[in-house]
């Protein structure tokens, strides 16, 4: 029987999906560092050539799919209606992603969950992950900074919307590694999520109103 396309195609996608997540499991407990190529192969039962074609590097297996890019932030903040603020616009993003994933399959969700809790531990674990990894989020800060300033009044590069853009992003980072989501386990849902969300926005919020005389409480 002639495998078809489309079936080579899903191959594919199956075989490059075990491979990252053999990856991932075994760079948190071996380390990332210390876990070599034959390594992962030998785990995922597949030939170290058909690891690095799908990964040339071993740092591409830690970039997972993601609906929280900055990409879906900027489209969500660029349709905010009258009077919206940008970090109400930040939350709604937040929680109605974290729903979406949960309203999905439910196997497909809880992988989803149980990736990105490795994929933390083992960058938390790695110092230079830690560096490389924060490099990649000044795209969302720039992107969030924008809203703030023009919220304020303010240019996106003034102190008080990057100080509030980086607080933002760096708590909602944070979630995913705080003592809350873990005792969740590792797969969390979006009842363990949100008040977490929560909490880091009206952190952030607070900060503003302390320095631009704003009114406390949830932003709206």
């Known amino acids: 029987m002639l495998e078809t396309p489309d079936r080579r195609e899903r191959k594919k996608r199956r075989t490059r999906a075990l491979i990252r997540e053999t990856a991932l499991e075994l760079f948190?407990?071996?380390g990332y560092d210390a876990t070599t190529i034959k390594a992962i192969a030998d785990a995922a039962d597949v030939a170290p050539?058909?690891?690095?074609?799908?990964?040339?590097?071993?740092e591409d297996m830690l970039a997972l799919d993601d609906p929280f890019g900055p990409e879906s932030l900027a489209t969500r903040l660029a349709a905010r209606g009258d009077g919206e603020t940008a970090l109400a616009a930040l939350r709604d993003w937040m929680i109605t992603t974290i729903r979406a994933i949960e309203e999905g399959d439910p196997e497909?969700?809880?992988r989803f969950w149980r990736l990105r809790a490795l994929r933390a531990q083992v960058i938390a674990d790695d110092e230079a992950l830690r560096?490389?990894?924060r490099a990649s989020y000044v795209k969302a800060e720039r992107v969030l900074a924008a809203a703030l300033g023009a919220d304020l009044g303010l240019p996106p590069t003034a102190l008080v919307p990057r100080l509030a853009a980086q607080a933002a992003v760096t708590g909602l980072r944070e979630v995913y590694e705080a003592d809350e989501a873990r005792t969740a386990g590792p797969?969390?849902?979006a009842a363990d999520l949100v008040p977490l969300v929560d909490r880091v926005i009206e952190f952030v919020h607070a900060g503003l109103a302390a320095v631009r005389?704003?009114?406390r409480g949830r932003p709206t």
């Open 131 to 133: 560096g490389r990894t």
């Open 187 to 189: 797969e969390p849902r």
């Open 49 to 58: 050539r058909t690891v690095t074609l799908h990964f040339p590097a071993k």
């Open 108 to 110: 497909e969700a809880r």
């Open 28 to 30: 948190a407990s071996a």
């Open 213 to 215: 005389g704003l009114p």
